[in-house]
């Protein structure tokens, strides 16, 4: 169940190009390369309950470089901006991954981790360009990531997920099962379990409320009258 707001963890995820190069290399020399390399900045924003504990760690800057061999020709990827963008992002996506820094971003956040105008700018360089030729594609651009938790969102998330039981059988009152919130104390159960209760008692199981005082009058007069007439 996913309500609005009850989100603990909250990503902000920017990144921008800062330089695009393409290298010829010689005829059947080195195998075509993407070098990608990039900043890596993660920013940490803690909001505690009550406004106390706001904290904020400095933000990290890491510089990591990749080299990805290309399948020859290579320059057929670099030419086809939605490969090279899925190469690109997957091969960030992992590194960062792999170094235990995923911090949980959602896969739909990475797509932003690779600037939106770095495919365009790889494809401009590359096309036209012969396909025997080995090159090797510089690729640069800075990554931020801030990660920012809010207790109050991680404890309404737990209210949210906190496994209910029903008082009287025990088992699990599940969303869109007959389940009662009693009007006052607002003690939960199987609609049966509480009707089955009720031929007994008119009290709460739990906190012995007395909810007799929310029997219709028309029914209790009904009640009485059945009562009266018995004695005759
Ligand atoms: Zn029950
Ligand atoms: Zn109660």
Not at 32 to 40: D, K, V, Y
Not at 95 to 123: C, F, T, Y
Not at 146 to 152: D, I, K, L, P, S
Request: hydrophobic letters at 35%; charged letters at 20%; a negative charge.
């Amino acid at each position: 169940m996913e309500i609005a707001g009850a989100m603990p963890n909250v990503f902000e995820v920017t990144s921008q190009t800062t330089g695009v190069e393409l290298i010829d290399g010689p005829v059947g020399g080195f195998p075509s390369h993407l070098l990608i390399q990039f900043e890596f900045v993660r920013k940490h924003k803690w909001i505690g309950i009550g406004g106390h504990g706001k904290e904020k760690q400095p933000p990290s800057h890491d510089f990591r470089a990749i080299t990805v061999q290309l399948d020859y020709p290579g320059i057929n990827v670099l030419q086809h901006g939605e490969l090279c963008r899925t190469l690109i992002r997957e091969t960030v996506m992992n590194n960062i991954v792999g170094l235990g820094q995923s911090m949980g971003i959602p896969l739909s956040h990475w797509d932003k981790a690779i600037p939106e105008d770095l495919d365009a700018r790889i494809v401009e360089l590359a096309l036209d360009r012969p396909l025997d030729c080995a090159y090797r594609c510089e690729v640069n651009f800075t990554l931020n990531i801030e990660f920012g938790y809010c207790e109050a969102a991680a404890l309404l998330q737990g209210c949210i997920m906190a496994p209910r039981e029903c008082y009287i059988c025990h088992d699990a009152l599940t969303p869109g099962s007959n389940v009662m919130y009693l009007p006052d104390c607002t003690h939960a159960y199987h609609v049966d379990c509480i009707k089955q209760w009720f031929k007994k008692s008119t009290t709460c199981p739990v906190c012995r409320e007395d909810y007799s005082r929310l029997i219709p009058d028309e029914y209790r007069l009904l009640g009485e009258n059945m009562h009266a007439n018995d004695g005759l």
